[in-house]
């Protein structure tokens, strides 16, 4: 920082700078506490010089223009901007319970929590399209909770006015989070901001309800194609009423999405609410090696192999692990595990009890010989939950025998809910 900026420890002669709450690539924010009212704010600091340096200049300048015009009980406020020679400073209110997507990490939430958290976030965007304002980078990461759990909506630094639209009456600059995009702005053709906005809406939406995306590939590309086709599945455990409102949030067709208007008359936008949100509080728990495999993880595998809900992605690459529930006996699950081992001449062993097995390549791969664990769980006498996962060899080589060999095997004893089946049906 500057030395003219900062004279006796106060900023520009009236904050009281504190410490740093986080920083980004061009911008670094800090507590702050104004000398004449006492009161507290998130001071934003932005190098000049690395803003002229990347051609930010319109974009800050943009930022400032929007959050002045929004001023909106669930918008996060800014009550001034300050310059010095070598920096900007945005004094915006303190929001002091963190990010929307730090909760989410913590598991999916109950319907009446989504509920409210989703009806603050259209006022938002609402109040914002009337301005002729559209945000283009809504996501968990950019809607904070102040102390009392009420949605902020931030980051309208990639937003747009309705005087950026062409002559065609469409914005036509590709931006936003790309699990969060829609389809319209993957096409490049022009865009609506407010249907994208509304598309954004239902993304955020569903991870409420999911604890995980709609859409996911470790390929981009093939993520991109999913959002292009709407290609995405609702969970069992979403409420009727909830379907159809994410189905018609997630339109891949912009002209026939559904608007800010009829979300608001719908019946389960609608619906009351508790005052405070509160979270998923799953019923049981399932040690599981020094995890806990909740109920959460158990309802995720209703549509079989579990696919890796988005907060323990990584985690979960780490460990090349596959879950999956049956109601299929322990000796059965053995027993197909043994047939898929025999057809490729892999050597098996096996607890007493039938809880584990260790399957063993005979031929030596790219890093030695193929180790597989299979581990078996018992929920309740009738329920089971299997855990795979590769304990040697190369990750290329068991990735290609759980495609090819393992969960074709396996198929037929993979449970599947009765609300998946009537959908598959």
């Avoid at 931030?154 to 590709?174: C, E, N, V």
Wanted: charged content about 25%.
């Amino acid at each position: 920082m500057a030395v003219e900026d900062k004279n006796n420890g106060v900023l520009l002669g009236k904050y009281e700078l504190g410490r740093q709450l986080g920083h980004g690539t061009f911008a670094k924010v800090y507590h702050a506490r104004n000398l004449q009212t006492g009161k507290s704010v998130a001071m934003k600091m932005v190098a000049k010089e690395k803003v002229i340096k990347v051609g930010m200049t319109d974009q800050i300048q943009r930022e400032i223009s929007v959050m002045k015009m929004v001023q909106h009980p669930n918008i996060v406020e800014l009550h001034e901007v300050m310059a010095s020679k070598s920096n900007i400073y945005f004094a915006m209110e303190l929001v002091r319970g963190g990010e929307l997507f730090s909760k989410i990490e913590k598991g999916r939430l109950r319907e009446d929590a989504a509920r409210s958290y989703f009806q603050q976030l259209i006022s938002a965007v609402d109040f914002c399209h009337s301005r002729g304002v559209y945000h283009r980078d809504l996501k968990p990461e950019n809607l904070l909770l102040d102390e009392e759990g009420n949605l902020k909506v931030t980051d309208f630094g990639l937003s747009a006015f309705s005087d950026h639209l062409r002559q065609d009456g469409l914005l036509h600059t590709t931006c936003g989070t790309p699990a969060y995009v829609a389809p319209e702005v993957i096409g490049k053709k022009g865009y609506d901001g407010a249907k994208a906005d509304i598309w954004s809406c239902g993304v955020i939406l569903y991870v409420l309800l999911a604890g995980f995306l709609p859409f996911q590939d470790d390929n981009i590309i093939a993520m991109y194609k999913k959002i292009y086709r709407g290609d995405f599945k609702c969970p069992p455990w979403f409420s009727s009423d909830a379907r159809r409102l994410i189905t018609k949030l997630l339109d891949p067709n912009p002209k026939t999405r559904i608007t800010i208007s009829k979300i608001m008359e719908s019946s389960w936008y609608k619906k009351a609410t508790p005052k405070k949100p509160k979270f998923q509080e799953e019923g049981f728990n399932l040690k599981c090696k020094g995890e806990t495999l909740n109920a959460f993880h158990i309802i995720s595998l209703s549509e079989g192999f579990d696919l890796s809900p988005l907060f323990e992605e990584k985690k979960r690459e780490e460990k090349q692990e596959i879950r999956f529930a049956t109601m299929k006996p322990a000796g059965a699950v053995v027993s197909k595990l043994e047939e898929v081992a025999k057809a490729v001449k892999f050597s098996v062993k096996k607890s007493g009890d039938e809880s584990s097995l260790r399957l063993q390549g005979n031929e030596n791969g790219r890093k030695g010989r193929l180790g597989i664990s299979a581990d078996i769980f018992a929920v309740t006498p009738a329920f089971l939950v299997v855990e795979v996962k590769k304990s040697s060899g190369d990750t290329l080589e068991y990735n290609q025998f759980c495609s090819k060999q393992l969960r074709p095997a396996l198929k037929d004893i993979v449970w599947t809910s009765p609300a998946d089946q009537s959908t598959q049906a």
